[in-house]
């Protein structure tokens, strides 16, 4: 006889926990081992104790069916994990069969941790108060996690379609970084006058388990069907996966190679993992990258100077400016600014650029923003999460990303694609 799921679940994570790093260790070296054995800590236990509280909630009749997909859901995981000792991307059966439910269990007992964390005190309260209905209550609770999961879930498969007009003499000039209203719609905006810079960005697509080649590419082939004057492309285009599988992102851009001349890009962190295998799709694909460098090109909008960073660790606050004095503005040029990580930002002397474009935050990935509201997790820290923000006389915008890392964590942030227009000051 097969042993109950309640009583599988702790040894099979017990298993895993301690069997995949040992593996990893022996087989791809000390820092993946270290990287799997922080994931598998921080999500298997709390997991582990959501999966015992639901089984036990949901009775003799779906309790067993519970627990069956929860050690599922561990045993994925573990596979997945020790895939990436030799990663690369994988058929689409494997992918929903091994790695999405895997890295959706993982994510699940991430998530599951502070919730659990948060509601210890009040049941320990309630205990102490003999308050047994209040604790019987509290205990349906206990499916919140899941639930944000399953959004979590349908908002990663998923990207929101845009139309974002970027007015840059709207929000005054502002001493202290602070967020400034943009306008986004679902469908095209009204012909203006003068005729505003279109811009496609393209940023943290991440191509993996959650968005393989095709994806990719059919995204960006109807992004590329809005005829922009300027794709830009800010970084973190591999994941683990992709970093494993030479040609997979020359396949996923392919759909540029239409618009040559008019395509430039910049590394992100991610990129500095496997730069020779993104400096070659690139130029297999017609797409000018810029490592700290500069390019000036004619649009039907005017001409435009696009200064690109490369991505910095250490030392932002001199390189920054630095980079920016060695290109200087252009007379009569609308100057752009492509820098992956917004926290860079604040090293930009306002008035040096009249836009930047970053990426890297991926919206926050938890938030309000599928509701109607900017509010993410990253609202109170001091990166700018998503949107447009303004500086003196100059302006960033932060793009949602196409995709994210690993994990479907955008609870409420959903994924962006869109065409921006960008309507300059008038000098």
């Not at 799921?5 to 087989?27: E, Q, R």
């Not at 007015?167 to 000039?173: I, K, T, Y």
């Not at 040096?352 to 938030?367: I, N, R």
Request: with cysteine.
């Amino acid at each position: 006889m097969f042993a109950p799921p309640d009583a599988l679940l702790p040894s099979l994570a017990a298993a895993i926990g301690v069997g995949v790093p040992l593996f990893a260790a022996k087989a791809r070296g000390r820092t993946y081992a270290l990287f799997a054995l922080v994931l598998v800590t921080l999500s298997f236990p709390a997991g582990v104790i959501l999966a015992l509280r639901l089984i036990e909630l949901s009775g003799p009749r779906f309790g067993p069916l519970v627990g069956w997909a929860f050690v599922y859901g561990i045993a994925a995981t573990g596979l997945h994990m020790a895939s990436l000792v030799r990663a690369r991307l994988r058929q689409r059966w494997v992918r929903y069969a091994m790695s999405v439910p895997g890295m959706t269990m993982l994510a699940l007992g991430a998530l599951a941790l502070p919730f659990l964390l948060a509601l210890a005190p009040v049941r320990g309260l309630l205990g102490l108060a003999d308050a047994h209905g209040a604790l019987a209550a509290l205990a349906y609770a206990d499916w919140l996690p899941v639930l944000a999961i399953v959004h979590a879930l349908a908002t990663s498969f998923g990207a929101r379609r845009e139309f974002v007009r970027i007015d840059l003499a709207q929000g005054g000039e502002p001493a202290a970084l602070q967020r400034v209203p943009v306008e986004r719609r679902s469908s095209a905006f009204e012909a203006h006058n003068p005729r505003p810079l279109r811009i496609v960005q393209i940023t943290d697509p991440h191509i993996g388990p959650w968005q393989p080649v095709h994806r990719l590419e059919r995204r960006i082939e109807e992004l590329a069907a809005h005829e922009p004057d300027l794709v830009l492309l800010t970084g973190d285009f591999l994941t683990m996966e992709s970093n494993g599988t030479p040609g997979a992102l020359a396949r996923a851009l392919s759909p540029l190679t239409k618009l040559r001349g008019r395509c430039f890009a910049i590394f992100g962190n991610h990129d500095h993992e496997a730069p020779e295998e993104v400096r070659e799709a690139l130029a297999a694909t017609g797409i000018t990258l810029l490592v700290d460098d500069e390019v000036v090109t004619e649009t039907p909008a005017g001409p435009v100077q696009i200064v690109g960073a490369d991505h910095y660790w250490e030392e932002r606050e001199e390189r920054i400016p630095a980079l920016l004095k060695r290109f200087p503005r252009r007379a009569g040029h609308f100057r752009l600014f492509l820098l992956h990580d917004p926290l860079g930002f604040r090293s930009v002397t306002p008035g040096e650029v009249d836009l930047t474009l970053s990426g890297h935050t991926h919206g926050g990935q938890l938030g309000l923003v599928s509701f109607g509201f900017d509010w993410t997790v990253l609202s109170r820290s001091r990166w700018p999460d998503q949107g447009l923000f303004a500086l003196g006389a100059s302006r960033l915008y932060v793009h949602r990303g196409t995709g994210f890392y690993g994990f479907p964590l955008r609870v409420g942030v959903p994924g962006e694609l869109s065409l921006v227009e960008v309507i300059p000051r008038a000098r």
